[in-house]
């Protein structure tokens, strides 16, 4: 059965949102002509597959709920912000703070992601087929973010639990950020998380980034 | 003592201790509560009453309405209070589960609104609370979709009267097993809150932002925006700009559960200072009234309300005041207090988690001491109290409806009072920077 497809050029954002949150939405939807409008499907709550063809603006796909979210094109900042669960997957680049403070499911980038990419995560996976701006993993929390590519400046600045992967140059690590020892369980996870993001990665290549706590309690040699 | 002995104004002894300690401990002092230094304030402004130009209201009988709705300008469904003082943002962490439950059950037996904190929304507030605000804040810390879409209304926070341009901040000891788990972190670290959202920058990207909250919540929830008072005048011309339905202003003698001393005491500006600079912003726009202003930061008694929504809020938000009608600071914890080195009146070691009253703490112990049901009446009581002595004040000056109160009504004691508040000096008709 085809999808049910929404022209954005005719529809406002508004009325295919609300259609998204209908109480039994149909299943597979396809977007176009998004022309970089913001909150382009967000808050959805359901498993809905949405395809969205060309550029997306801020927040697409924002707090997102069990959905599969598809943008064959580059998103712009906030993409999957608060995320909860699902899957969203951006064929192209995104603009600043991709990721931020999701809890949970996947984000797949396949180009590459801005600065602050994964500020703030709270357990979502995040994995960047290119390089990562400065501040990426800014304060995260949990989860894990894979980049393929390179990273730049003050990577995982005063970071939490989240796990950080890089196969390329981290050009800085940010404070209290870490270069960890890769075990075998950590190969094991970053091969799970590449493959859930389909590419063709070697995790032999990566190294292991993390918090080295030493910020957690309040000490006066804490003052950078 | 010597009777001849001269304290210095400079050094007095509150700062002779601070030298001292911060020259044993090398670490600056945090602490709870808001600014304790003396500021210019609603005390320093006086109703004029009726007279022979001005009818009042019996004092006792004729209708004085206080209810006020909030949200009118964009939210499919605004909140209509009773009354026009809300319970302010303050996070379950910094306060018992019980404490969050007493302010819910106080607020919607007084048939006003209470508001979640940084950590997210437990199910204790959000079940005894009628009208509950869910308050949106740079950590995200709980921020959860399900909550967002169950709450009456979303508060984008901004910053904080006590610490603008400042992060939250729990010490470790009240980093409890639930604590950290609603907020993601490890238990028992020294959490700290970013001080700036994490993807936006800039009222540009406000507006953005507030459209997509909207699109999750399909337009039904009114949106506020709470900035701590600085630049105050600008900083509501951007919210409004951006789409607030709400801008909340909070003074700098507002609450905080931890925060540097430094800070609190040295950063932002007198709430008496801020109103009427949000008033005039609005009133520049066209939306006073429209977009609506709720007002906190020592507000304490019903001359508060009334002074507040005289020089234009429409609301005033209590935290300080309604912790202290919880049990707060009572006499009765006299010696508990004396034990952990202060006294009660004087305690403000919010940060410690050793509240002897229950409420600033996550001991299971110490938090059993409040009985939310108890202290939800005795909230509830001193909310009556200050719609009572709100109204009793707007009834003296002829009003029908609190929202009638007007800076006509006022008059200043002091020339810095009266150049803030913009109204006269009592017995003159000076404003000073106004009128020569």
């Excluded at chain 1, 063709?200 to 918090?211: K, N």
């Excluded at chain 2, 079940?127 to 869910?134: E, F």
């Excluded at chain 2, 007007?406 to 106004?434: N, Q």
Aim: aromatic share 6%.
């Amino acid at each position: 059965m085809d999808p049910m497809t929404v022209d954005l050029a005719a529809t406002p954002v508004r009325d295919l949102n609300q259609a998204l949150h209908a109480p039994e939405p149909e299943q597979r939807w396809r977007v176009r002509n998004p022309r970089g409008a913001h909150a382009i499907a967000c808050g959805l709550t359901r498993p809905l597959s949405v395809e969205i063809d060309g550029h997306v603006g801020y927040y697409c796909a924002g707090m997102n709920q069990h959905a599969a979210v598809t943008v064959n094109g580059n998103a712009g900042v906030g993409v999957a912000e608060n995320m909860m669960s699902g899957t969203v997957r951006i064929r192209g680049n995104t603009s600043q703070s991709a990721g931020a403070t999701a809890h949970g499911g996947l984000l797949v980038i396949e180009g590459d992601a801005a600065a602050r990419c994964g500020i703030s995560m709270k357990g979502v996976d995040i994995v960047v087929g290119g390089d990562v701006g400065h501040m990426s993993a800014f304060m995260g929390q949990a989860g894990r973010l894979v980049v393929c590519g390179d990273a730049g400046d003050a990577l995982g600045d005063s970071l939490y639990e989240a796990r950080l992967y890089v196969k390329g140059a981290v050009k800085s690590l940010g404070a209290d950020c870490v270069e960890k020892p890769m075990r075998d369980e950590h190969l094991t996870e970053l091969a799970g998380l590449l493959k859930a993001a389909e590419f063709d990665e070697d995790p032999a290549a990566f190294r292991r980034y993390g918090s080295a706590r030493r910020l957690y309690h309040f000490k006066i040699d804490n003052a950078y | 003592m010597n009777e001849g002995l001269r304290e210095s104004a400079t050094f007095d002894r509150a700062t002779i201790h601070a030298i001292q300690r911060a020259a044993a401990t090398g670490v600056y002092d945090i602490r709870g509560w808001g600014a304790k230094r003396r500021l210019p304030h609603f005390d320093d402004l006086l109703f004029l009453g009726a007279s022979m130009s001005r009818y009042p209201l019996e004092g006792y009988r004729e209708r004085c309405d206080t209810d006020v709705v909030l949200g009118t300008r964009h939210a499919r469904h605004p909140l209509h209070l009773d009354i026009p003082v809300t319970i302010a943002g303050m996070s379950f962490g910094a306060l018992s589960a019980n404490a969050k439950e007493a302010l819910g059950r106080g607020a919607t037996a007084a048939g006003t609104s209470t508001t979640t904190g940084d950590g997210g929304m437990t199910p204790e507030e959000r079940g005894q609370s009628r009208h509950l605000v869910y308050q949106y804040l740079p950590s995200r810390y709980g921020m959860n979709p399900d909550d967002l879409r169950k709450a009456d209304a979303i508060e984008i926070v901004l910053g904080q009267g006590a610490k603008p341009g400042g992060g939250g901040m729990l010490l470790g000891q009240k980093v409890t097993d639930r604590v950290a788990g609603m907020r993601t972190l490890p238990v028992g670290v020294d959490q700290r809150s970013a001080c700036r959202h994490p993807d936006w920058t800039g009222p540009d990207d406000l507006t953005i932002k507030i459209v997509e909250l909207r699109e999750i919540t399909d337009w039904e929830k009114p949106i506020y925006v709470k900035v701590g008072a600085t630049r105050t005048y600008y900083d509501v011309k951007l919210a409004v700009h951006a789409g607030a339905d709400v801008v909340v202003v909070d003074g700098m003698q507002g609450g905080t559960a931890a925060t540097q001393e430094v800070f609190i005491e040295h950063v932002g500006i007198p709430t008496l200072a801020a109103l009427p600079q949000a008033v005039q912003a609005l009133q520049e726009l066209g939306v006073h009234r429209k977009v609506q202003l709720i007002v906190s930061g020592g507000i304490r008694t019903g001359a508060d309300v009334a002074k507040a929504i005289a020089l234009g809020a429409d609301a005033v938000a209590i935290g300080t005041a309604a912790l202290i009608a919880l049990g707060d600071n009572h006499p009765r914890y006299d010696a508990e207090y004396r034990a952990l080195g202060s006294a009660a009146g004087f305690f403000d070691d919010f940060q410690d988690g050793r509240d002897p009253a229950g409420i600033t703490t996550q001991d299971d112990e110490l938090a059993d001491r409040l009985d939310p049901e108890e202290g939800g009446r005795r909230l509830a009581n001193y909310l009556r109290v200050l719609t009572m002595e709100a109204q009793t004040i707007a009834r003296a000056c002829g009003k029908a409806h609190l929202h009638h109160l007007e800076p006509e009504d006022l008059v200043a004691l002091t020339i810095e009072s009266a150049a803030m508040a913009r109204v006269p000096l009592a017995g003159t008709d000076w404003i000073p920077g106004r009128t020569r």
